[in-house]
């Protein structure tokens, strides 16, 4: 197939897919309690009013290092891609910004990443990677929308809750009135 093969997108086909098949569970984390011995307070002199007292806060440290996560469940439609699939697959990487389903593609850093000489093996790997549902073709040849259920640099939970479809309230016949219309307004004091 060739990339023309393929539609352009205004928005991420795959979103759609990943508002039905994202699982969301809640974790939660308990400090240990710090013994009453050891808690410093701070209260009024006036009142003995207990205004606050101390907070132990541990220190994480984050990795920087730039990553992509890819998901086990989609890794089988990586199995059958080309070499050159591969190495354009590494370019998007790291083109991947956080949180975001986008990314722009620039044929000339996809070459030097790469190290192909022509378009051609790019052009095929493109496709590939398309027909693949791993990318999609975006709205002009530098946009591609990635399908966040394969990879996803960042929270994909927090970017699909921000996909989330809002519910469109039924509008009813202008010309009826509801039931809560007809009732007049309470009259109190």
Same mark, same amino acid.
């Given at each position: 197939?060739?990339?023309?093969? /393929?539609?352009? %997108?205004?928005?991420?086909? /795959? #979103? ?18 710090? =013994? ?5 307070? *701070?209260?009024?002199? %006036?009142? +003995?009013?207990?205004? @606050? ?18 998901? #086990? ?16 697959? @590494? ?8 949180? =975001? ?9 996809? $070459? ?19 027909? *693949?549902?791993?990318?999609?073709? +975006?709205? %002009?040849? %530098? ?7 394969? $990879? ?9 809750? =921000? ?13 009826? #009135?509801?039931? /809560? ?7 109190? +004091?």
């Amino acid at each position: 197939m060739k990339l023309s093969d /393929f539609e352009k %997108n205004r928005t991420n086909p /795959f #979103l759609d897919k990943a508002l039905e098949e994202v699982q969301i569970s809640r974790k939660y984390k308990t400090a240990s309690r710090t =013994s009453e011995g050891a808690m410093l307070q *701070a209260f009024d002199p %006036n009142t +003995g009013e207990i205004l @606050g007292h101390t907070m132990f806060i541990r220190e994480i440290e984050v990795d920087e290092e730039k990553f992509t996560k890819v998901y #086990l469940s989609q890794f089988e439609s990586f199995w059958e891609l080309s070499k050159p699939a591969i190495r354009v697959f @590494g370019y998007i990487m790291q083109k991947m910004k956080p949180k =975001s389903d986008k990314l722009e593609f620039f044929i000339d850093e996809c $070459m030097e990443y790469t190290q192909y000489k022509s378009i051609k093996p790019i052009y095929a790997a493109l496709a590939s990677l398309i027909e *693949a549902k791993i990318i999609a073709r +975006g709205y %002009n040849e %530098n946009v591609y929308f990635i399908n966040p259920m394969t $990879m996803f640099n960042g929270d994909r939970v927090s970017f699909v809750r =921000s996909y989330v479809k809002k519910k469109r309230i039924k509008q009813g016949d202008p010309q009826q #009135l509801s039931v /809560f219309d007809a009732i007049p307004p309470l009259n109190i +004091g």
